[in-house]
């Protein structure tokens, strides 16, 4: 899974369609092979940019779970600890 795509269920305060949206961006990214579209598939890229945010959005409005809701900040400190331990040594 693309790095740049953050898990985005469950937290508090929830997710807002701008990070959905980021999170499509970088899907359509990954998939198309494209960090921008030519002009000809700029129409098509940002169609599928649309309809991944939808898909999700739905998703995430769907999911139910018991656990607490996670703290940004929390996660936040994690994947640095994360990216920190990733690149030393």
């Known amino acids: 899974m693309c790095r740049n795509i953050k898990m985005l269920f ?25 960090n921008k579209p030519s002009k000809a598939n ?26 607490p809701p996670k703290s940004r900040e929390e996660e936040a400190a994690k994947a640095k600890a994360r990216g920190a331990a990733r690149f030393q040594g």
Do not use: Y
């Open 10 to 34: 469950n937290f508090d305060p929830p997710v807002t369609p701008e990070e959905v949206r980021a999170a499509s961006l970088q899907f359509v990214r990954k998939i198309s092979g494209f």
């Open 42 to 67: 700029e129409e098509a890229f940002q169609a599928a940019i649309d309809a991944i945010a939808g898909v999700s959005t739905s998703l995430l409005c769907s999911l139910e779970t018991n656990a």
